[in-house]
């Protein structure tokens, strides 16, 4: 018997029975809202990239709201007070804590321009979790996203301008639809970032005092409940001293408070409870992690993503290695850092390696006018968005040789009419990366970020989750990602995207 009909019997036989003990006013079967639906491809009407305004026309003028329903979420057959939140969507009774190992990549908002790298290019079955970056805060604590057009607004082949009500669309509402056909797939709001952290500081001002880290904190489950995410990932590049890493710390305690408390709300809405994500982005050099209380701030995280990737580039006076592994004692000059002794630093700092998730490059980094790896370099070249750096799919360039440095475990191309070299992961480097995973008991993968890998069976994410084991087989981390979202400000969101 189809599902459907199963449903309109069980319905019948509820009214029948219902209806003799005169009881009525049933609300509609919102089952239909929930059902798994593959997102569409992207419809970019302009090819004109970097002006946000080119993608799409502009919308019709806007329609009067639809008057709303009196719980979005009712009960399959909910009586004269429907239910506020929707029982169809189903949860394994252990939400998050899942054995296995992660895969995790970066998605970038930016990446939908020049790169033309969209939410339906993620190779969603492959990964436990997308970290989407980035979003910001204001002073007073104020979680903000940074992009409205990409994050929230703009159309994707199948979205309509004649919906009706407060809807949300944009990249948050692809990644809602990947994950209803993924549920092992789960989306966290990366927040921070290289220019947002470091160079403007905006993490300082409200981690600082108890009412900022309030403030963002609740500002963090205000993101999740509005716009669908699984969880929240802190990027702040870096604490600058002891008192800054035991503020990131006290940060994160609040942040992990606060999603709690909402996780207890669901679970008396829902009968289930979710588990909500917090990872950070952790350094590599003692210089940094060194302010942090590692083992404290490991004890409220889910699990820390190192980023084990750029050991060496532009800054260094001469060629290096940007990933590699472990020191070389033949050319101390290629290695100026390494991922061994900093995992092992972790561990000693009371970080379990099971939480530790080992950051790879999905780009190179160039030295040109040099004789080879641990040389002096004389200036970076060009590169595939920015001076001195390739993307990985653009891997090797045309005359270029890969070579792979056993003893630093590292590996880099060098073209010797051009003088060039790029250190990267080739594909048998992140290979052996994930053999390492396995050998050192380390949480999984990361990587920054997806728009750089190949789409083909050179992808490196692809083969590296196939030799953590593959995701068909139980060796990645499993547990269902969460689809009810009854208090955000989104039609669309509340209802589960009904028409998709």
């Not at 290096?320 to 033949?330: I, V, Y």
Request: glycine share 10%.
């Amino acid at each position: 018997m189809s599902s459907a009909r199963y449903i309109n019997l069980l319905l019948f036989c509820l009214y029948y029975l219902l209806t003799v003990f005169e009881i009525s006013h049933f609300s509609e079967d919102p089952i239909s809202a929930l059902q798994d639906a593959s997102p569409p491809p992207p419809q970019v009407v302009s090819k004109t990239f970097g002006n946000p305004a080119a993608f799409t026309p502009k919308p019709p003028p806007p329609q009067p709201p639809a008057k709303p329903h009196p719980s979005t979420f009712s009960a399959v057959l909910g009586l004269s007070k429907p239910s506020p939140v929707p029982k169809p969507i189903l949860q394994s009774p252990t939400m998050g804590g899942g054995q296995g190992y992660r895969s995790v990549a970066y998605f970038v908002n930016w990446g939908i321009y020049g790169r033309k790298y969209f939410p339906q290019n993620i190779p969603a079955s492959q990964l436990t979790h997308v970290l989407y970056s980035f979003g910001d805060n204001r002073p007073d604590g104020s979680v903000i996203l940074t992009d409205s057009w990409s994050d929230i607004q703009i159309h994707y082949d199948g979205d309509s301008w004649n919906d009706q009500g407060n809807n949300l669309y944009g990249n948050l509402k692809q990644l809602y639809l990947l994950k209803k056909a993924n549920r092992n797939l789960k989306i966290l709001l990366s927040i921070g970032g290289w220019t947002y952290a470091h160079e403007q500081k905006h993490f300082d001002a409200p981690a600082a005092t108890p009412q900022g880290r309030k403030k963002f904190a609740d500002s963090c489950v205000s993101m999740i409940k509005d716009l669908g995410f699984d969880g929240i990932d802190i990027d702040w590049e870096y604490p600058q001293d002891a008192e800054q890493g035991q503020q990131l710390s006290l940060l994160l305690k609040e942040i992990r408070g606060a999603m709690n408390a909402y996780e207890r709300k669901l679970e008396g809405e829902t009968g289930t409870r979710p588990r909500f994500v917090l990872t950070i982005a952790a350094p590599a050099g003692e210089k940094n992690y060194g302010n942090m209380p590692l083992g404290e701030i490991a004890e409220t995280l889910d699990f820390i993503n190192l980023m084990a990737y750029d050991y060496s580039g532009s800054w260094d006076s001469a060629s290096g290695h940007q990933a590699n592994l472990f020191p070389s004692q033949k050319c101390p000059s290629c290695t100026p850092f390494n991922s061994q002794s900093v995992i092992d630093a972790y561990v000693a700092r009371g970080v379990p390696a099971s939480k530790i998730v080992l950051g790879m490059p999905l780009y190179g980094r160039s030295f040109t006018n040099t004789d080879g790896i641990g040389k002096g370099y004389n200036g970076t070249g060009p590169g595939s968005w920015e001076n001195g750096v390739w993307d990985y799919k653009a891997l090797p360039q045309p005359g270029a040789t890969e070579f792979f440095d056993k003893e630093a475990g590292a590996s880099y191309s060098y073209d010797p009419n051009t003088k060039t070299l790029v250190t990267y992961d080739t594909l048998d480097m992140a290979k052996k990366k994930a053999q390492w995973i396995k050998e050192k008991g380390l949480g999984g993968a990361m990587w920054w970020e997806l728009s750089g890998d190949r789409q083909d069976e050179g992808s490196i994410v692809s083969n590296v989750v196939a030799e953590l084991g593959g995701p068909s087989n139980g060796k990645l981390e499993h547990h269902p990602n969460w689809l009810a979202y009854p208090d955000s400000q989104y039609d669309n969101l509340r209802a589960g995207f009904p028409n998709n």
